[in-house]
């Protein structure tokens, strides 16, 4: 019974985004809806979950969760000692703590906290419609883009993210 308790405790943080990926997932097949533009994009758990429940049609388990964290934590560590001047930045507990793709970051910190994009793309056509009315702006910098789970699009100008873009959500807060 205890432990039964305990892993209901444990799932309830995650409950949250399996509603918001199943209402997405349901939104998305409707059409692409409103985009908001944003400073900063998606965190690396949330990236990690939706790419898990994709994958496994489930919640990832407490051990799955440490194991990936771990890795993840392994992975920052090491791009610090490759890189000791970002070990020292304020941007450092961004990449540790908060665990969140800013603008400004680059593509390198991008791809350690989210992975691999699910898409990357140098079309101008496919970033205009993923951008839809903030194109304009976007447009004078955006030379590539990348999309992830949960209608995620990152765009970058050489190395450097300069716009994020989240379609298919509700406000922002």
């Known amino acids: 019974m205890l432990a039964a308790m305990r892993s209901v405790q444990l799932a309830r943080p995650w409950l949250w985004l399996l ?12 059409s692409v809806g409103e985009v ?12 990690w979950v939706a790419r898990f429940v994709q994958g496994y049609g489930r ?13 993840l934590e392994s992975r920052i560590q090491a791009y610090f000692s490759r ?34 994009p699910d898409r990357v793309t140098s079309d101008e056509a496919a970033m205009r419609a993923a951008a839809g009315r903030f194109w304009e702006p976007i447009g004078r910098h955006a030379k590539e883009m990348w999309t992830y789970p949960s209608g995620w699009r990152l765009y970058f100008d050489g190395d450097r993210l300069v716009d994020v873009i989240v379609a298919d959500r509700s406000p922002l807060e």
């Open 36 to 47: 908001q533009r944003a400073t900063q994009g998606p965190t690396a758990d949330g990236v």
């Open 83 to 116: 890189r000791p001047e970002i070990a020292t930045s304020p941007r450092a507990s961004q990449l540790r703590f908060q665990r969140r793709v800013m603008v400004g970051m680059q593509k390198d910190e991008v791809a350690l906290l989210l992975e691999q």
């Open 59 to 71: 919640l990832p388990t407490f051990d799955e969760q440490v194991a990936w964290k771990e890795g």
């Open 19 to 30: 509603g918001l990926l199943t209402a997405g997932a349901l939104s998305g097949c409707a």
